[in-house]
């Protein structure tokens, strides 16, 4: 069983900054693209950003020049730095862990909530 350990999320007010991070294991971070994805209330699971292990980044046109993903490979984390947090953002947000392109399989993680709220 692979787990995803997400942390970070929480109420901040619009305008505000919030910084999520997952922890994957060693034997799949290396080599799969990490991700976030995001689901509102009543709304479809939506791309917020991936990262490959070479860097290469992705993102969702709603969180473009406001969020930023990166990777600590020494660590296994996976980070998603949000500014400029609007109450649209407000959903529970998933770490990702996708493998189909080197014949592996697709993880998520348990989900965080992020609030935006006044």
């Known amino acids: 069983q692979v787990q995803l350990v997400e942390s970070g999320g929480g109420l901040v007010q619009p305008g505000g900054s919030l910084k999520l991070s997952c922890v994957a294991p060693?034997?799949?971070?290396?080599?799969?693209?990490m991700g976030w994805y995001r689901q509102a209330p009543g709304k479809p699971r939506e791309l917020v950003a991936t990262?490959?292990?070479?860097?290469?980044?992705k993102y969702g046109d709603p969180v473009k020049g406001r969020f930023n993903i990166s990777r600590d490979n020494a660590n296994y984390a996976v980070f998603l730095q949000m500014n400029s947090l609007k109450p649209e953002d407000t959903a529970v947000y998933y770490c990702n862990a996708d493998g189909t392109g080197r014949g592996g399989g697709v993880y998520w993680g348990q989900g965080t909530q992020v609030t935006v709220s006044s």
């Open positions: 990262i490959a292990n070479s860097g290469s980044t």
């Open positions: 060693g034997s799949i971070f290396s080599i799969y693209v």
